[in-house]
């Protein structure tokens, strides 16, 4: 479905954001996976799934800690470097940091960081079934 919406846009008006790193999701554990193979069959996956020729942000989102990060982020580069990917980031859940945010923790940082200002603006699109 997201593939047949991108289709009719231009790719340089769309911020496209995908991650990878949760193989599965078990009742009791997440699995995840930050090899150098995976990062890269998953973007490889992703690219040709969405139909794009590059991602603008291509990142972690559960680090393996089975891997060193090194490889994982190594393997980001390339990717950047061979023009799949744009940006390269990590995304732990900041849950996992154990902060916890309060509505108006939430606020200021809102009020702080001007979205449109940083990102420019963006083409939001409602895909329906």
């Known amino acids: ?19 990878f790193g949760i193989v599965k999701m078990e009742p009791t554990q997440v699995v995840v996976k930050g090899t150098v193979e995976y990062v890269r069959s998953c973007c490889e996956a992703s690219l040709k799934r969405l139909g794009v020729d590059y991602i603008d942000l291509y990142y972690v989102h559960r680090i393996d800690t089975s891997v060193p990060i090194q490889e994982t982020m ?56």
């Open 1 to 19: 479905m997201t593939q047949r919406a991108l289709k009719d846009l231009p790719q340089e008006k769309v911020q496209l954001a995908t991650k």
């Open 74 to 129: 190594g393997e980001l580069k390339k990717l950047v470097e061979e023009g799949m990917t744009k940006i390269k980031n990590l995304d732990e859940n900041i849950g996992a940091l154990r902060v916890k945010l309060t509505e108006d923790d939430l606020k200021v940082i809102s009020d702080a960081v001007p979205i449109l200002e940083i990102a420019g603006p963006r083409i939001y699109i409602k895909v329906l079934n």
